[in-house]
């Protein structure tokens, strides 16, 4: 891993038990995340949101949405969660894009590995969504290690002056499609949608890229290779099919389940591999709670998501505060 370039801060307040980078930390920047980061830094905990992108989750590629209370004009999903984001960092939220591949919850200062770095905190609000893939390419997990990854970051170099591809239409897979460009000779960017679900800025970015050949609407079938990836074979728009002479394929593609893989088992979950919470959504672990799509008994709305996110940063200042109650951030206006 990179050595973290955040700089490290010691947290003042009196009931802290070692220290740590951050009163808490939030793992997703969506409805639910940002939501808990504008509560949890309006109560003056020193919060960092940790999030892959702005079209990583399920609301940053809806389209159009016309019922959120407030927002009387048909906004983006992408627009709303940006708005989100600004009113949190106006409070003081970091926000850093970084991909969370493990953390370790059992200690009184929780600690999340990213790519670039790690993170500690004295709590921690698990906000990853269900875009989860339960299936894989044919040929994707055998060629794990060999060929196939899930971090350009982490992996680009080993890939100097090679050709790769990379598999997914959002912001993450373009951002690691990008770096990829320094290291490879070319990159094989497959888009299983016609449109890239990104910004603007990236999608130029990537089309103007003379090292990236761009494969929109193709879908990988397989990933060929005995004992490292040699190939990749994809299925067109036209359902022609192409075969692609790779040393490398990364993979960023969605699906509808929890992501929850990152926490290596240290969270009950459900039979639909769903976090288990209370009342006041804090999981088997004290201090660290989850909220939005990775509950099964959530009702996938915007507004619950956000309203979870707003409980359990509110749950979260009562803990670390020591208070008996939740704080109430609104008050009467005397007469």
């Known amino acids: ?45 020193k919060t960092l949101v940790v999030d892959k992108g702005l079209t990583s989750g399920a609301l940053g590629i809806t389209s159009k949405i016309v019922n959120y209370p407030g927002i009387t004009d048909e906004i983006s999903g992408a627009e709303l969660v940006e708005k989100m984001r600004t009113q949190a960092k ?3 939220a970091e926000y850093i894009s970084d991909k969370v591949i493990g953390v ?16 500690t905190s004295r709590s921690v609000i698990i906000s990853t969504g269900s875009m989860g893939r339960g299936s894989r390419i044919k040929g994707e997990d055998r060629l794990l290690g060999h060929g196939v990854s899930y971090c350009a970051t982490c992996d680009a170099a080993f890939y100097r002056d090679k050709y790769v591809a990379v598999a997914g ?43 990236v050949v761009l494969y929109s609407g193709s879908k990988i079938k397989e990933i060929i290779g005995q004992n490292r990836v040699e190939a990749v074979e994809a299925v067109r728009k036209d359902q022609s099919e192409v075969l692609l002479n790779v040393s490398g394929v990364f993979v960023y593609l969605q699906g509808g389940r929890p992501v929850t893989d990152f926490t290596q088992g240290q969270l009950e979950v459900s ?12 999981t088997n672990i004290p201090g ?29 200042e009562k803990e670390l505060n020591g208070r008996s109650r939740m704080m109430v951030d609104w008050s009467e206006k005397k007469q």
């Open 1 to 45: 891993m990179e050595e973290n370039q955040l700089e490290k801060n010691s947290n003042t307040n009196g009931n802290q038990k070692g220290s740590s980078d951050y009163d808490v930390v939030i793992i997703g920047g969506g409805p639910a995340g940002s939501s808990a980061a504008i509560y949890a830094s309006r109560s003056g905990l």
């Open 90 to 92: 106006s409070f003081g």
């Open 104 to 119: 370790d919850l059992q200690s009184d200062v929780k600690s999340v590995f990213g790519n670039g770095g790690v993170y």
């Open 169 to 211: 239409n959002n912001d993450e897979a373009i951002e690691e499609a990008l770096f990829l460009t320094k290291f490879a000779k070319q990159v094989y960017f497959l888009s299983q949608t016609e449109h890239l679900i990104a910004s603007e800025e990236l999608i130029n970015e990537l089309q103007k890229n003379q090292k």
């Open 271 to 282: 039979q639909g591999g769903c976090l288990i919470v209370d009342a006041s959504y804090q």
């Open 288 to 316: 660290v709670y989850a909220v939005g799509d990775v509950l099964c008994t959530h009702v996938k709305q915007v507004i619950v998501s956000a309203a979870e996110g707003a409980i359990a940063a509110m749950a979260v």
